[in-house]
């Protein structure tokens, strides 16, 4: 009895005590540490650890047979290797930031009532009114590529083109984008109900899994959904086909009902039932009296 209760003493009430943000703590490295692996299996920083990796046997094996030279090389190129890796994944570690700050993080925690409408981002009449113009267009083979803002700005992009702050319509899409007009190159950008900028210019995505019969237009509307949240509208000039791109995906060969599918996803249009579920906080009238809606 008293071996057992030293081993005891010797291997377990030596082990350091652990308190309940110790286990929050490990949950979050945790799950980090899986997200951080599968950012960096879906790109191409994927390639690039495997560099890593066989660099690191090698340099475990030189360490093994004591090949100082090599070792010496290493210490001294460690610092110029972290910034370069950081230089080439540049646009991976900032999509990721952006896609990281489109969470809403907070605002799915707190279910105040941000003043959202029947309508949403836009109305239903101008979800018809695009795919009218999208389908139209499609018909006479007239290119088309129209982004429509959600949550992120695109006043940046904006800025690239010539202001409109016109209502959408089907007649003012098609006459943009008319063949030999001066607005027909570039992006159309709208905002809610109303055109803001056309000619905008857009980042080209660098995707090298997109099809090579894909053009500019159909590469700068993926760009686009790959810096930001916004989804893009793109009518091809050669065969005149609908596509939609968001998310860095690009879905293609849709008609005019699938189109006002899509639009209708993103319209978050609030339903009666939804309202109910919603816990709004009103301010107090002029009598001091709070109202309970």
């Not at 960096?40 to 390639?47: E, G, I, P, Q, R």
């Not at 239903?124 to 429509?148: F, P, Q, S, Y």
């Amino acid at each position: 009895m008293q071996q057992i209760h030293e081993i005891m003493e010797r291997y377990f009430w030596r082990l350091p005590s652990i308190i309940w943000t110790d286990i929050v703590e490990i949950a979050i490295i945790s799950f980090l540490i899986y997200h951080i692996l599968v950012w960096v299996k879906n790109t191409k920083a994927w390639s690039l650890l495997k560099g890593v990796v066989v660099i690191a046997i090698f340099l475990v094996l030189a360490g093994l047979f004591k090949m100082n030279t090599i070792l010496w090389i290493a210490q001294n190129i460690v610092g110029i290797a972290a910034t370069a890796i950081i230089v080439i994944l540049q646009p991976e570690l900032r999509r990721a930031l952006e896609e990281l700050g489109r969470k809403n993080i907070i605002s799915s925690l707190i279910p105040f009532d941000s003043g959202k409408t029947e309508v949403g981002l836009f109305s239903d009449r101008t979800i018809n009114e695009i795919a009218k113009a999208c389908v139209e267009m499609g018909k006479v083979k007239t290119g088309a590529l129209i982004v429509i803002e959600r949550s992120q700005s695109l006043a940046e992009y904006e800025r690239t083109g010539i202001d409109i702050d016109g209502i959408v319509s089907s007649q003012l899409l098609i006459n943009i984008f008319e063949h030999n007009t001066p607005l027909h190159d570039g992006a159309v950008i709208i905002r809610e109900n109303r055109v803001t900028s056309a000619t905008c210019y857009l980042p080209l995505s660098d995707n090298m899994a997109l099809s090579k019969e894909l053009g500019t237009r159909h590469r700068a509307g993926v760009g686009i959904s790959e810096a930001t949240d916004s989804l893009t509208v793109i009518v091809s000039e050669e065969t005149g086909r609908i596509s939609v791109a968001m998310e860095g995906k690009l879905d293609r060969n849709l008609d005019g009902e699938a189109l006002k599918e899509r639009l209708r996803k993103i319209q978050d249009k609030q339903q009666p039932e939804e309202k109910k579920k919603v816990k709004r906080w009103k301010g107090r009238k002029k009598n001091g009296k709070e109202t309970d809606q």
